[in-house]
């Protein structure tokens, strides 16, 4: 309500809360659409489609906005005008849980683990903007202080949906988000269809959001973690050269160490089943797949038998 650009509109998508939300909400101009449906992908739909705006700005319930967000996303958009969306700095107000791993990496235990992951992997690319690798792992740079400090926005690979925009119509063309992505990849997926379809995705230093991590790490599922990377890598990761095939495999091989990592140090069984959701989730790709393949083999051959009969 205090931005400097004040032509917008608020729908909020309340999920189900019981912290007094939707009675606080009745103090502001804000159209509440209460869905109850685990599955974000679905929520972020019902956002943009319910929206009469030309541009759909994102904010996470953990996200606060300086006051010129909105006008400098807005002024983003009019000078670049390839721009298919536009975000900013996230700065994380607590640690992330990866420069959390990271850091605790740098022990004499995990030390050259860690170096092998940064200049194999991400190929010393960790701490970039919005760098999406050929091995599937992606930098961390922009939820970090630093990246206030650039000098200019620049072209990235991925933003953030804890607070970035897009234009309506590019959602439309592109058919919204993935709904087979339950809590998490469905932005990474997204962003990456954007770039596909042609356009630039912009990272302006000036369009700054602070974000109030959950300081208790993680709160979705293990198990949709794994499953949401793989149906994500099964999308978008297709190695085409040896080098490349042994980034990805180092890459989904410290992913799944990962969980075993933290049952051995919590001696909770719950994060094994990150595991159990990746091999869950190329399961599910490859029979998606396979559907998809026989309506295309049974439309060809619609198509065949027509012409026959006309011929």
Known sequence: ??????????????NGSTDGTVELL??????????????????????????SGDIIAYLNDDAEVEKQWLEIIIDTFR?????????????????PQILRLYNRAQNRKFRFLCKIYHAVVLENRL??????????????????????????PILVDFLSFTGAAVKKSIIQEIGGFD????????????????????YDIIFNPKAIIWHHVNPSGLTRSAYYLGRDLAILY??????KSPGVWL??????????????????????????????????????CRKAGKRINNIQRQRAHSRLSAIEKTT
Not at 139 to 147: E, R, T, W
Not at 179 to 198: C, M, P, T, Y
Not at 234 to 239: N, Q, R, V, Y
């Open 234 to 239: 099964t999308k978008h990761i297709h190695p």
């Open 179 to 198: 709904e087979n992505f339950f809590w998490v990849h469905l932005d990474l997926d997204f962003f990456l269809r954007v770039k596909n379809a042609g």
């Open 79 to 95: 000078r670049f005008k390839k721009a298919g969306t536009v975000g900013g700095p996230t700065v994380a107000t607590n640690i």
């Open 127 to 152: 701490f970039d903007v919005g760098v999406f690798g050929k091995s599937g792992a992606y930098s961390i740079g922009g939820g970090l202080s630093y990246s206030i400090n650039l000098k200019h």
């Open 1 to 14: 309500m205090e931005q400097t650009f004040q032509d917008f509109e608020i729908i909020v998508i309340d």
């Open 247 to 284: 980034r990805f495999m180092l890459n989904v091989i410290s992913f799944n160490a990962l969980w075993v990592y933290k049952f051995i140090s919590s001696s909770d069984t719950k994060y094994l089943s990150g595991i159990k959701g990746f091999v869950h989730g190329i399961s599910f």
């Open 26 to 51: 009745k103090n502001y101009p804000a159209i509440v659409i209460k869905n109850d449906t685990k599955n974000l992908s679905h929520l972020f739909n019902l956002g943009w489609r319910n929206a």
